[in-house]
């Protein structure tokens, strides 16, 4: 159990395009999901934190009009990087908080790698 | 503010050997504490995860937590080389709408056959 998916596995497209990333639970509810992003040799960076039914909490210098994301549902987070540039190029990875006898948990997608030309 | 501080490593061992890895933490308020496994390439895959003080056991794996001493540590027994990854410390709060996770930077470890 406690599986996380995310599609695509790996993009590349044009300068000034926007990318949608979807993150799902496939076999719980997560009401929480996180959204990370990891650049080569680097730790994992906390982007943001979605909540389902209300409005993202964005970290300290990301900014939410570029990185939109949308937790429409308790299986289903979304992050789009829009007007993308090549400076967004990194590994974008989500992870899914799963609450199992008060405990919480959190599983990660195996990531999706945006090359921006 | 809060930190986890890993040894980046590498951490070199002989396969066969026990792998010990160990991670502090500045927050004593941290109630909940994670290893997550990362190989090249791919995202956090989670080992173990502990609550309580003392070890917890699973395989080849025990994970021990010291809440007084505010360290959380990883062994590894009858290390193979395919354990060869990074491995993250991550902690968080337990409390309502605080379930982030605070990562250390990781520690390389590479088994040698």
């Known amino acids: 159990g406690a599986v996380v998916s995310q599609h695509p596995s790996r993009v590349i497209c044009k300068s000034g395009t926007s990318v949608k990333i979807e993150c799902r639970s496939l076999?719980?509810?997560?009401?929480?999901m996180f959204w990370y992003r990891q650049f080569p040799k680097q730790s994992l960076m906390l982007m943001a934190t979605s909540n389902e039914g209300s409005k993202a909490t964005y970290e300290q210098g990301v900014e939410k009009d570029k990185f939109l994301i949308n937790h429409a549902s308790l299986t289903l987070s979304t992050l789009t990087v829009t007007s993308a540039h090549p400076e967004d190029s990194s590994f974008y990875i989500c992870?899914?908080?799963?609450?199992?006898?008060?405990?919480?948990?959190?599983?990660f997608g195996p990531g999706t790698r945006l090359l921006v030309l | 503010q809060k930190e986890v501080e890993q040894n980046s490593g590498p951490l070199s061992v002989p396969e066969g050997a026990i792998a010990s890895l160990n991670c502090t933490y500045s927050?004593?308020?941290?109630?909940?504490f994670f290893w997550y496994r990362q190989y090249s390439g791919k995202s956090p895959e989670l080992i173990m995860f502990i609550y309580s003080n003392g070890d917890k056991e699973d395989g080849r794996f025990t994970a021990q937590l010291n809440k007084a001493s505010q360290y959380v540590s990883l062994l590894i027994r009858d290390s193979q080389p395919s354990d060869s990854a990074t491995y993250l410390c991550a902690v968080s709060r337990r409390g309502a709408g605080s379930y982030q996770l605070t990562f250390g930077k990781g520690t390389k470890l590479s088994v040698i056959p």
């Open positions: 076999d719980f509810q997560a009401t929480t």
């Open positions: 992870s899914a908080t799963q609450y199992k006898r008060s405990q919480e948990t959190q599983y």
């Open positions: 927050d004593r308020g941290s109630q909940s």
